[in-house]
C-alpha cells in the first residue's frame, strides 16, 4: 500500500495565483515526521519543511505555507502569488520512528507556473 | 559548507554490466542513504550506512550492494545491469543526532544512469 499520495500528477496556474499541494499520508505510528521537498529539472530534491506528528501547528514561510491535518491525516502545502521560479516537481514524503530513517516518498505533483 | 556530492553525474551501460556511483554527505552529516528515481516516480529507498554498515534495506535485490568508508563516504554498486535499473540514483545525508532517526535527509544532485 502506498504510504505517501499525492493524487494531483499535473497542475498549471497563471504566475500570481495561488496554488495547493495535496498530500495523504498512511501510518499506524504515533511518532513520525512529514516532509516537503522541491526538485527542480536538474534533479537535485531541495528540502522545504519538516513536521513532527506532535506538532500540528500550520507553518508559514514567506510564499510558503504547510497544513497539516492528523484528524484526514493530510500535510498540503499551499504557494501564494506563484512565480515561475516555482515551477518543479514537488514531494512528499513521511518518515515513521518503527522504520528508522527511510523515506516514503509520494509521486509528485508537478506544478507549471504560466507567465 | 559543502552540500552533497555524487559522481559521475550520467553515466551509459550495457546490460550485464556493473556500475559503481559515489557519494560525498554534507559536511558534519555521518549517514548516507540511497535511493533509485525512475522517471516520473517518486525516489524509492535502496539502503542506509551508518557507521559502515548497513543498518536499513529497502525492497531491493542483492545486485544492490553499497559501502560506506571512515571519512562517511558511500559507494552504490549494481551487478548485472538490468534495463529496469535506468533511473535517477540520488544520494541523501543525515546526521544521526543522539541516536535518533528521521533527522532530515538532504539531498545531492543524482547520477543518471542509463543501461542499454
Known amino acids: 500500500a502506498q504510504k505517501v499520495t499525492q493524487a494531483q500528477t499535473e497542475i498549471s496556474v497563471v504566475e500570481k495565483e495561488d496554488v495547493t499541494l495535496d498530500c495523504v499520508y498512511e501510518?499506524?505510528?504515533?511518532?513520525?515526521?512529514l516532509f516537503w521537498y522541491k526538485q527542480p529539472p536538474s534533479g537535485e530534491l531541495v528540502f522545504l519543511i519538516r513536521?513532527?506528528?506532535?506538532?500540528?501547528q500550520n507553518e508559514i514561510s514567506g510564499r510558503y505555507s504547510w497544513n497539516f491535518q492528523k484528524s484526514t491525516s493530510s500535510f498540503n502545502f499551499t504557494i501564494t502569488a506563484s512565480q515561475v521560479v516555482d515551477s518543479a516537481v514537488y514531494f512528499c514524503?513521511?518518515?515513521?520512528?518503527?522504520?528508522?530513517?527511510?523515506?516514503?516518498f509520494g509521486t509528485g505533483t508537478s506544478l507549471t507556473v504560466i507567465p | 559548507d559543502a552540500g552533497v556530492t555524487q559522481s559521475p553525474t550520467h553515466l551509459i551501460k550495457t546490460r550485464g554490466q556493473q556500475v559503481t556511483l559515489r557519494c560525498s554527505p554534507k559536511s558534519g552529516h555521518d549517514t548516507v542513504s540511497w535511493y533509485q528515481q525512475a522517471l516520473g516516480q517518486g525516489p524509492q529507498f535502496i539502503f542506509q550506512y551508518y557507521e559502515e554498515e548497513e543498518r536499513q534495506r529497502g525492497n531491493f535485490p542483492d545486485r544492490f550492494s553499497g559501502h560506506q568508508f571512515p571519512n562517511y563516504s558511500s559507494e552504490l554498486n549494481v551487478n548485472a545491469l538490468l534495463l529496469g535499473d535506468s533511473a535517477l540514483y540520488l544520494c541523501a545525508s543525515s546526521l544521526e543526532a543522539s541516536g535518533r532517526a528521521y533527522e532530515t535527509q538532504y539531498f545531492g544532485p543524482g547520477t543518471r544512469l542509463l543501461v542499454l
Open positions: 513536521r513532527n506528528s506532535f506538532d500540528e
Open positions: 501510518t499506524r505510528d504515533t511518532t513520525y515526521y
Open positions: 514524503a513521511l518518515s515513521e520512528a518503527s522504520t528508522g530513517n527511510q523515506f516514503y
